[in-house]
C-alpha cells in the first residue's frame, strides 16, 4: 500500500485519514520506584499522540514556518528528550518543506562548540524548541550564536491554525533534513536525507526485520540521532503500529526501566548499542529479572558500534529465565551516510559468529581459526547481508581496489539509501561518497553477486573496515583508529575491552586506546575511567600492572602511558561513542581530568609532552591565520 507513496508527508496523511484516532506513540514521563524492595514498576504519567493528533500539530506548526518564509530554509531542531514535541516539530518542518536540522539541547554548564559547528555549517533560520527549554536557553547562552537565532516554542502553538497550512511540492528527491555526524573523527558534518532515501531505508528495515502491523516498539534512543530518529521514531509511524518512548537519561539512570518497558507493553522490537545490553547484564538483579517477562520480543537489534559474541552470550544467559530467546538478537550495520541500516542479520535465526586468528588479522588477512579454544583467536560477529537494493564491496583503501575474499578491506556501499553527500561540503562529498574503483567491470559484478546487485559506478566510503563471507559482513574497525604498531594492525576497540576487564575499578564502555609519536615509533596511549566508589582508594600501582600485564599478554603490545580519568569525563560523541581523537588531543595537552598519569618513562613522556603541545599550538594559529 505504502509503495504509491514517495515521501513521508504522504504516509502521516495517510495515516491520519485512515488511522485518526490509532495510538501512534506513547511516551513514559514518570517512573515511580519502589525503594523499599530495591524493584521498580512502571506507574507511569503517559504523553501520547494518535495519527489525527500528531497529523493536526504537525499541520500547525507548518503554518508558522510558512507565515515566515522559512520553506526551502533550514530549522534548527532543539528539544529535550523527555517529551513527544521533538515529533511533532519534525513533521511539522517536514509538512512546510524546511530542512529538519536535529540537535542535542545544551546542558547547564555545558560547552556549545558542537552545536555553535552545526550552526555555523547548517546557517538556519529559525530555532524550533519548547517554551521552557528557550527561556533557559536565552538565559545561560545569551551572547551564543544559537541564543540569537529567530525562535518558535511549538509547545504553545494554536492548533486550529492547522486549517490555514498550505501543501508544499515535495518529490522523492526533495532534502528532507540534515543528521550531523557524531563527530567521533572530527568537526561535525551534515549528511543530506532525501525523502527518497528515508522511504527506501524504511521499506528495507521493514522487510529485514519481518515488521507486520502486529510490530510493537519500545525505545530509549535519542531521536536526534540516526538510530533513534529513523528506527524507532519514523519505522513505526510508516507501519502504522504504536511505538513506546521512554528518554535515554530514563534508561541510563535505571537499565531495569527498558526491559520493564519492554515486558509490560509486550514489545516485539527493541534495541540499542552493545553497551545497552552489557549495562542491563551489569546492573539487573536476579531478583529483578524474575519480575521481567521478555517472551515477546522477537528483534533485538544490536549495532552503532561493535558487536561483541560475549556480550550476547552473557545476556542470553542472565535473561533466558525471562524468556529471552537467543535468536532475537539482530546484529547489523548502518550510519548516517546511509540513511541507517545498510545489513541486517536474518530475523529468527542465531547470529552468525566467525573464530579467526589473530595474528592475520592484523596483516588484513581472514583465516578461520583451527579452535576456538586457542587464545590467539578473535570471535568476531556477522552483521547480516547487505539488504535490498544495496551494494556492497571490500576495497584496499589506498589503492581503491577490490580485496579478496580472505582480506580485509575498507567498507563501500551503494544504492537508494546512500545519503546525498555532506552539506555545503563539495571536496568532502566527492571524496567520501563519489569513490570509483580502479578495477571495474566483471571482478564488481561477481563481487556483488552475493548482495543482490549489480556495478555500481560510484560508492560511498564508509570508513570502516571489514570483511564479507559467504555474503555475511563482518565489521573489524574503523579506518583512521586503526593501531599500527611495528607493521602490525591492533583495532583500539579490542585494545580498550581487555582494558576494562583487566580490573573492577575500570568503568565499562569508557576508555580510550590510540598511538603518539616518540623516538621515531609510534607507542601505545590508554586513557580509562575509574568507577566512582573506586575513586578515594584506588590502588593505582595495581590497576596499571593489570592494565599492562593484560594489554601484554593480550595483544603483545607495551603500554607507554596510562592515563587513569575522573568518572564521566572521557570525551564522547553526542551518540556516546569514544572520542579517540579528542583523547589523543587531551592527553598531549594535558586537559584531561585526570585522577593518576602514569608512564614509562616520565622524565622524557615531559619533554615530549611539551614539544607535542607547542608545535599543535603552532599548527593551530597557523590554520586560524593568527600571528605567530
Known amino acids: 500500500m505504502l509503495q504509491k507513496f514517495s515521501t513521508l508527508v504522504d504516509v502521516l496523511r495517510e495515516r491520519a485519514q485512515q488511522q485518526q484516532d490509532c495510538q501512534a506513540y506513547t511516551f513514559i514521563t514518570k517512573i515511580d520506584e519502589d525503594q523499599d524492595t530495591k524493584l521498580s514498576s512502571l506507574n507511569t504519567k503517559l504523553s501520547s499522540l494518535t495519527y489525527g493528533e500528531l497529523d493536526r500539530l504537525a499541520r500547525a506548526i507548518a503554518v508558522q514556518l510558512q507565515s515566515i518564509g522559512a520553506t526551502g530554509q533550514r530549522a534548527l531542531l532543539l528539544y529535550p528528550s523527555s517529551g513527544l514535541e521533538f515529533i511533532a516539530a519534525f513533521f511539522g518542518c517536514l509538512y512546510a518543506s524546511v530542512v529538519a536540522v536535529p540537535a542535542y539541547p545544551p546542558k547547564r554548564n555545558q560547552k556549545m562548540s558542537r552545536l555553535e559547528a552545526i550552526v555555523a555549517d547548517a546557517q538556519p533560520q529559525v530555532l524550533l524548541t519548547t517554551e521552557a527549554l528557550l527561556t533557559n536557553i536565552k538565559s545561560q547562552f545569551a551572547e551564543d550564536p544559537v541564543a540569537?537565532?529567530?525562535?518558535?516554542?511549538?509547545?504553545?502553538?494554536?492548533?486550529?491554525?492547522?486549517?490555514s497550512w498550505q501543501k508544499t511540492t515535495l518529490e522523492n528527491s526533495t532534502l528532507a533534513f540534515l543528521q550531523y555526524t557524531s563527530g567521533s573523527t572530527g568537526t561535525?558534518?551534515?549528511?543530506?536525507?532525501?525523502?527518497?532515501?528515508?522511504?527506501?531505508?524504511?521499506?528495507?528495515?521493514?522487510?529485514?526485520?519481518?515488521?507486520?502491523?502486529?510490530?510493537?516498539?519500545?525505545?530509549?534512543?535519542?531521536?536526534?540521532?540516526?538510530?533513534?530518529?529513523?528506527?524507532?521514531?519514523?519505522?513505526?509511524?510508516y507501519l502504522g503500529i504504536p511505538c513506546i518512548l521512554m528518554s535515554p537519561e530514563t534508561f541510563l539512570q535505571r537499565p531495569l526501566r527498558w526491559l520493564q518497558a519492554i515486558s509490560q507493553y509486550k514489545a516485539t522490537t527493541s534495541?540499542?548499542?552493545?553497551?545497552a545490553y552489557e549495562l542491563c547484564v551489569n546492573k539487573i538483579t536476579p531478583e529483578q529479572q524474575a519480575t521481567l517477562d521478555l517472551s515477546s520480543w522477537q528483534v533485538a537489534f544490536n549495532g552503532a558500534e561493535p558487536v561483541r559474541a560475549e556480550t550476547m552470550e552473557r545476556f542470553a544467559a542472565a535473561f533466558a529465565s525471562c524468556g529471552f530467546r537467543r535468536e532475537a538478537f539482530y546484529p547489523c550495520y548502518g550510519m548516517a551516510e546511509t540513511t541507517l541500516i545498510v545489513s541486517g542479520s536474518q530475523a529468527s535465526g542465531l547470529p552468525v559468529l566467525q573464530t579467526i586468528q589473530k595474528a592475520a588479522l592484523e596483516q588484513n588477512r581472514v583465516v578461520p581459526a583451527?579452535?576456538?579454544?586457542?587464545?590467539?583467536?578473535?570471535?568476531v560477529v556477522g552483521c547480516g547481508q547487505p539488504l535490498e537494493d544495496l551494494q556492497v564491496v571490500i576495497v584496499h583503501p589506498k589503492t581503491m581496489t577490490q580485496c579478496k575474499p580472505n582480506e580485509v578491506g575498507e567498507i563501500w556501499v551503494s544504492g537508494p539509501s546512500v545519503a546525498q553527500g555532506y552539506w555545503n561540503r563539495i571536496d568532502q562529498t566527492e571524496q567520501t561518497f563519489r569513490a570509483r574503483l580502479q578495477d571495474t567491470g566483471v571482478s564488481v559484478t561477481s563481487a556483488l553477486a552475493t548482495t543482490g546487485g549489480g556495478a555500481s559506478e560510484s560508492f560511498l566510503r564508509t570508513g570502516d573496515l571489514g570483511f564479507l563471507q559467504d555474503g555475511e559482513l563482518f565489521v573489524t574497525g574503523?579506518?583512521?583508529?586503526?593501531?599500527?604498531?611495528?607493521?602490525?594492525?591492533?583495532?583500539?576497540?579490542?585494545i580498550e575491552l581487555t582494558v576494562e576487564k583487566s580490573h573492577p575499578a575500570l568503568r565499562s564502555g569508557c576508555g580510550a586506546a590510540f598511538t603518539v609519536e616518540g623516538k621515531g615509533e609510534e607507542r601505545l596511549v590508554v586513557v580509562q575511567e575509574v568507577e566512582r566508589s573506586y575513586l578515594r582508594k584506588l590502588d593505582v600501582n595495581g590497576v596499571v600492572g593489570n592494565i599492562r600485564q593484560a594489554v601484554a599478554a593480550e595483544h603483545g603490545l607495551q603500554v607507554y602511558a596510562t592515563v587513569l580519568v575522573k568518572t564521566g569525563s572521557i570525551p564522547k560523541t553526542s551518540s556516546g561513542k569514544i572520542q579517540r581523537h579528542a583523547c589523543r588531543s587531551g592527553f598531549l595537552t594535558g586537559s584531561l581530568n585526570v585522577v593518576e598519569d602514569w608512564s614509562e618513562n616520565p622524565q622524557n613522556k615531559v619533554k615530549f609532552l611539551h614539544l607535542q603541545s607547542e608545535v599543535e599550538s603552532i599548527l593551530q594559529k597557523i590554520s586560524t591565520g593568527k600571528q605567530l
Open 370 to 379: 583451527k579452535s576456538t579454544k586457542d587464545t590467539l583467536t578473535q570471535t
Open 271 to 275: 534495541g540499542g548499542p552493545n553497551f
Open 148 to 163: 540569537r537565532l529567530r525562535c518558535l516554542a511549538t509547545d504553545n502553538i494554536d492548533e486550529a491554525q492547522a486549517e
Open 188 to 237: 561535525p558534518k551534515g549528511v543530506m536525507m532525501s525523502h527518497g532515501n528515508l522511504m527506501h531505508n524504511q521499506k528495507i528495515i521493514q522487510q529485514a526485520m519481518q515488521h507486520t502491523e502486529k510490530t510493537i516498539f519500545v525505545g530509549w534512543l535519542p531521536l536526534f540521532h540516526d538510530m533513534g530518529l529513523i528506527g524507532n521514531m519514523l519505522q513505526p509511524m
Open 478 to 494: 574503523r579506518v583512521k583508529d586503526v593501531i599500527i604498531i611495528r607493521g602490525q594492525n591492533h583495532y583500539p576497540q579490542d
